[in-house]
């Protein structure tokens, strides 16, 4: 039972939905409905309306432009955004998208909800600001694209402006870049402990030219591992510099979750310390930057 009343609306396109927004600030958008029915029922939200976005036209499916870039509609559901054919070269994406939840969340659940960016467990998320993805948000003031490193910030989880929508989620071209993306989950409830994604280019001179490094679970929102980048970064590909970047990741992040500094922190502390925490960081980091380069 849900013990609050809202209206309800189905717009068909992404200006009617974006006004609806306008003119109802406390209305509440709708994608797959797990988070939102969720908190409906447990009353955590009461929202005037709900603005369902399961018609709006143009959020649905995947695209790729001429630069080689590729654009997810917001409403495209984690299983489409993981298996469809022109992402299979994103595989931090594919890796990261793929293994949310279990068949049923991924056939239900859609890549524009904002749960999956300000979750700790935030799969996602990591995959985006690893392979520099870019966030379109249609708006009152209408469509701007921002990078994943200014869209995914804390403490919120992301930069969406009230009466905002994520339109689309945009991977650029991969070009000499490969990624991969490595996590330690919970046995029981299959939530990331620790997520790593890695995005990994070459130079002429056969050394890393650019590495990114994205770390789920630790923060309120996803951070970089910039330490560790910068350990590899100019340096050949190497087992035995991976390791050095690897050991980098575990030195540098104290986590949020160690420390326990809000609910959801002390929630993930219990199920690793930060310790553990440190240990996954390297292996995982190992793990993702070898499978990156491996790519290559
Ligand atoms: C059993 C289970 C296991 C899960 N496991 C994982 C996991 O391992 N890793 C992981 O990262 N996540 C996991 N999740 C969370 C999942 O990724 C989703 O975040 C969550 O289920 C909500 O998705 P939804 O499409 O139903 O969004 P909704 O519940 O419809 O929306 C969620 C929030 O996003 C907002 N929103 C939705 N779409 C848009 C949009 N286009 N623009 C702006 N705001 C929007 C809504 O207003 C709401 O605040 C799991 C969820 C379940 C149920």
């Given at each position: 039972m849900i013990p609050v009343q809202f209206d309800y609306a189905a717009p068909e396109s992404l200006e009617a939905a974006v006004k609806l927004l306008q003119e109802n600030q406390t209305a509440q958008v709708l994608a797959g409905g797990y988070s939102v029915i969720q908190e409906l029922k447990q009353g955590g939200s009461r929202p005037s309306l709900v603005v369902d976005l399961?018609?709006?036209?143009?959020?649905k499916g995947i695209t790729k432009a001429a630069d080689g870039s590729i654009r997810i509609g917001a409403m495209t559901t984690y299983d489409q955004a993981a298996t469809a054919p022109d992402v299979q070269p994103y595989a931090a994406w594919c890796a990261a998208v793929g293994s949310i939840g279990d068949q049923q969340v991924r056939n239900w659940n859609?890549?524009?909800?904002?749960t999956a960016y300000r979750d700790l467990a935030c799969d996602l998320a990591a995959a985006a600001l690893a392979t520099d993805a870019k966030f379109e948000l249609s708006g009152p003031g209408g469509t701007r694209v921002v990078n994943a490193s200014e869209f995914l910030v804390a403490p919120l989880g992301t930069a969406l402006a009230p009466g905002?929508?994520?339109a689309a989620i945009i991977l650029p071209a991969t070009a000499n870049s490969r990624s991969a993306y490595q996590r330690f989950i919970?046995?029981?409830?299959?939530?990331?402990i620790c997520g790593i994604a890695a995005a990994v280019s070459v130079g002429p001179d056969g050394n890393v030219s650019s590495c990114r490094l994205a770390l789920a679970s630790a923060r309120s929102t996803v951070v970089r591992l910039t330490a560790a980048e910068a350990a590899l970064?100019?340096?050949?590909?190497t087992p035995e510099n991976i390791a050095a970047a690897a050991k980098a990741a575990a030195d540098t992040v104290v986590s949020e979750a160690a420390t326990g500094s809000d609910n959801l922190s002390r929630l993930m502390a219990q199920y690793a310390g930060s310790e553990y925490r440190a240990h996954l960081r390297s292996v995982l980091a190992e793990r993702a930057l070898t499978q990156a380069v491996a790519g290559l």
């Amino acid at each position: 039972m849900i013990p609050v009343q809202f209206d309800y609306a189905a717009p068909e396109s992404l200006e009617a939905a974006v006004k609806l927004l306008q003119e109802n600030q406390t209305a509440q958008v709708l994608a797959g409905g797990y988070s939102v029915i969720q908190e409906l029922k447990q009353g955590g939200s009461r929202p005037s309306l709900v603005v369902d976005l399961r018609h709006v036209s143009g959020l649905k499916g995947i695209t790729k432009a001429a630069d080689g870039s590729i654009r997810i509609g917001a409403m495209t559901t984690y299983d489409q955004a993981a298996t469809a054919p022109d992402v299979q070269p994103y595989a931090a994406w594919c890796a990261a998208v793929g293994s949310i939840g279990d068949q049923q969340v991924r056939n239900w659940n859609a890549v524009g909800d904002t749960t999956a960016y300000r979750d700790l467990a935030c799969d996602l998320a990591a995959a985006a600001l690893a392979t520099d993805a870019k966030f379109e948000l249609s708006g009152p003031g209408g469509t701007r694209v921002v990078n994943a490193s200014e869209f995914l910030v804390a403490p919120l989880g992301t930069a969406l402006a009230p009466g905002e929508i994520v339109a689309a989620i945009i991977l650029p071209a991969t070009a000499n870049s490969r990624s991969a993306y490595q996590r330690f989950i919970h046995p029981a409830s299959r939530y990331t402990i620790c997520g790593i994604a890695a995005a990994v280019s070459v130079g002429p001179d056969g050394n890393v030219s650019s590495c990114r490094l994205a770390l789920a679970s630790a923060r309120s929102t996803v951070v970089r591992l910039t330490a560790a980048e910068a350990a590899l970064t100019g340096k050949a590909p190497t087992p035995e510099n991976i390791a050095a970047a690897a050991k980098a990741a575990a030195d540098t992040v104290v986590s949020e979750a160690a420390t326990g500094s809000d609910n959801l922190s002390r929630l993930m502390a219990q199920y690793a310390g930060s310790e553990y925490r440190a240990h996954l960081r390297s292996v995982l980091a190992e793990r993702a930057l070898t499978q990156a380069v491996a790519g290559l």
